[in-house]
């Protein structure tokens, strides 16, 4: 690794760090400024009963004081703080909790639109205008326009209601192919167009002429130079793609219920559980930040003829 390439690690490192500073002082802020207060909807609670549980989570103290405390908290413990709902439990433990499904979830479902999306984005650009091509844009075309909900409500009211083959619930495994297929169709549809374009691109360009002019195979054309050189508009989308399906798609895990971090981040809205919804916030703008960070690096990986300035 020579001197520029670790200059400009660390100095994305520095802006990620940065920006997830950022992050967690406007979460903070936005909702301290929020009316109300997150035991406003407590059955029959009294002032001074209110005074009591503001005065327990700290949130009576001035807001600068609050923000200081949260700030450490989370820099040297990673802490969250406490549920302001779910009495007992730390925000940390449910965030741990939903991620172990929503990881799971989101993991087989980026990889899942990332083969399929570039194996029929390299047959659609190696078969171009040819009937085959016009059959997966027809379809791409038709995931890519089509919303998560009308998806996933169509798959969840054919293949769980009329013909009883999945459950509709995603508690189980079982429960979680439908949702994996609804999360993974719109990835899939959009990076097999990516794909195909790109590659159209790359197989246009005067090195794989000059290749095909000197004998060499089409399989290493292909394979060997353009089907590489055209994954990098690829890399740079799945990237925060899987940051996002990690985290969990809110809408999905809704129709399905899925017990997922999207699940819960939805639940505390409702709930005005400001701990849980900064927490949550963080983890997924951290996540992207990471992500957009090892794409960028991958992109000298892939394409040695990229200067990391």
């Given at each position: 690794?020579?001197?520029?390439?670790?200059?400009?690690?660390?100095?994305?490192?520095?802006?990620?760090?940065?920006?997830?500073?950022?992050?967690?002082?406007?979460?903070?802020?936005?909702?301290?400024?929020?009316?109300?207060?997150?035991?406003?909807?407590?059955?029959?609670?009294?002032?001074?009963?209110?005074?009591?549980?503001?005065?327990?989570?700290?949130?009576?103290?001035?807001?600068?004081?609050?923000?200081?405390?949260?700030?450490?908290?989370?820099?040297?413990?990673?802490?969250?703080?406490?549920?302001?709902?779910?009495?007992?439990?730390?925000?940390?433990?449910?965030?741990?909790?939903?991620?172990?499904?929503?990881?799971?979830?989101?993991?087989?479902?980026?990889?899942?639109?990332?083969?399929?999306?570039?194996?029929?984005?390299?047959?659609?650009?190696?078969?171009?205008?040819?009937?085959?091509?016009?059959?997966?844009?027809?379809?791409?075309?038709?995931?890519?326009?089509?919303?998560?909900?009308?998806?996933?409500?169509?798959?969840?009211?054919?293949?769980?209601?009329?013909?009883?083959?999945?459950?509709?619930?995603?508690?189980?495994?079982?429960?979680?192919?439908?949702?994996?297929i609804t999360l993974s169709l719109y990835p899939m549809a959009y990076i097999t167009r990516l794909t195909r374009s790109s590659m159209l691109d790359?197989?246009?360009?005067?090195?794989?002429r000059t290749a095909k002019a000197k004998g060499v195979s089409a399989g290493k054309i292909i394979f060997g130079h353009a089907l590489k050189n055209?994954?990098?508009?690829?890399?740079?989308?799945?990237?925060?793609?899987?940051?996002?399906?990690?985290?969990?798609?809110?809408?999905?895990?809704?129709?399905?219920?899925?017990?997922?971090?999207?699940?819960?981040?939805?639940?505390?809205?409702?709930?005005?559980?400001?701990?849980?919804?900064?927490?949550?916030?963080?983890?997924?703008?951290?996540?992207?930040?990471?992500?957009?960070?090892?794409?960028?690096?991958?992109?000298?990986?892939?394409?040695?003829?990229?200067?990391?300035?």
């Open positions: 690794m020579n001197s520029k390439t670790l200059f400009y690690i660390i100095k994305r490192i520095g802006l990620a760090i940065l920006t997830v500073w950022v992050v967690i002082t406007i979460t903070f802020f936005v909702m301290h400024a929020i009316p109300g207060g997150p035991f406003v909807g407590e059955k029959a609670i009294s002032a001074s009963a209110q005074a009591a549980l503001e005065s327990k989570y700290g949130l009576d103290k001035p807001l600068m004081e609050q923000y200081g405390t949260y700030l450490k908290d989370i820099i040297t413990r990673f802490d969250f703080g406490p549920s302001l709902k779910q009495r007992g439990r730390m925000v940390t433990d449910i965030i741990a909790d939903g991620m172990k499904t929503s990881v799971k979830l989101g993991v087989i479902s980026a990889f899942s639109a990332l083969i399929v999306g570039v194996v029929l984005g390299s047959v659609a650009a190696l078969r171009r205008n040819k009937l085959i091509d016009k059959i997966i844009m027809v379809f791409t075309t038709a995931f890519v326009s089509m919303p998560s909900f009308i998806i996933g409500s169509l798959m969840l009211a054919l293949f769980s209601v009329k013909l009883q083959w999945l459950p509709a619930n995603g508690t189980t495994s079982a429960g979680l192919i439908l949702p994996i790359v197989l246009g360009q005067d090195y794989i055209s994954l990098i508009p690829v890399i740079t989308y799945f990237g925060p793609m899987l940051a996002y399906i990690v985290t969990g798609s809110l809408v999905v895990e809704q129709i399905y219920a899925v017990p997922g971090i999207g699940r819960a981040f939805v639940s505390s809205i409702t709930n005005r559980d400001y701990p849980m919804v900064m927490g949550t916030t963080i983890v997924l703008a951290a996540l992207i930040v990471v992500m957009n960070l090892i794409s960028d690096i991958l992109y000298k990986v892939v394409d040695p003829r990229i200067n990391l300035e």
